[in-house]
């Protein structure tokens, strides 16, 4: 049964220019979490997804933006990258929402240079 | 709001060195805790967890007790490995009301020499 899994593992990016990650979530698993963890720091979370709709939002601007797919995978967008956008993005999935374990990926390494 | 602070890091024991890693969180109600481990290069795994108070969660040898009068679950461990080396966050999810978000401490970096 394989876990979390998230595309690609390590990208570097441009100022100014867009970035798409992927994440498919553990098998039975219907909601998906996205993370921004910058070094040396926890994770803060940014959005969730359930349903193909985003149910609740944390501290980010509107350049980060998802979506869920009718299989339950997510994609994670960046637009106009900042240098500060350089950071692990780790997804998380869970199976109905509040109570149950929840499980992240590897992580997909953002470089903006 | 709700907020998880752990001690500073790092920490730096010698093998089969006793281990404590201390971590106090806010939060209104009963929130679930957990610690979750992220080794060199890796992703995040799921350590322990404890739901309600006075609760213990263990594993691999590591423990934390759910006190909720101290609003604490300290981790520790009585003899460390060198494979335990790593970065412990400490983190608590409101159930039933934020639907599985997790907030995190700053993370507690870990290094055990031989």
């Known amino acids: 049964d394989a876990g979390v899994t998230q595309s690609p593992t390590h990208l570097i990016k441009t100022r100014g220019q867009q970035v798409t990650l992927r994440c498919s979530p553990k098998s039975g698993h219907d909601t998906v979490s996205w993370y921004q963890q910058a070094l040396g720091q926890g994770p803060q979370f940014i959005f969730q997804?359930?349903?193909?709709?985003?149910?609740q939002r944390g501290n980010f601007p509107d350049r980060f933006s998802g979506h869920q797919f009718p299989n339950y995978s997510s994609e994670l967008n960046v637009n106009a990258l900042l240098l500060g956008d350089s950071a692990l993005y780790l997804c998380?999935?869970?199976?109905?929402?509040?109570?149950?374990?929840?499980?992240f990926g590897e992580g997909s390494w953002l470089t903006v240079v | 709001g709700n907020s998880v602070t752990q001690m500073e890091g790092p920490v730096t024991l010698s093998e089969e060195a006793f281990l404590t890693i201390n971590c106090t969180y806010t939060a209104t109600g009963y929130p679930s805790l957990f610690w979750y481990v992220q080794y060199p290069g890796e992703g995040l795994q799921l350590l322990l967890k404890a739901t309600k108070a006075d609760d213990k969660g263990s594993n691999k040898g590591f423990e934390a007790t759910y006190r909720k009068e101290t609003t604490s679950f300290h981790l520790e461990k009585g003899s460390v490995q060198v494979s335990d080396s790593a970065v412990y966050f400490c983190a608590l999810i409101k159930m039933k009301t934020s639907y599985d978000k997790v907030i995190f401490g700053p993370g507690t970096s870990l290094s055990v020499i031989p």
């Open positions: 998380a999935s869970s199976q109905g929402g509040s109570g149950n374990t929840i499980y």
């Open positions: 997804y359930y349903e193909e709709e985003e149910r």
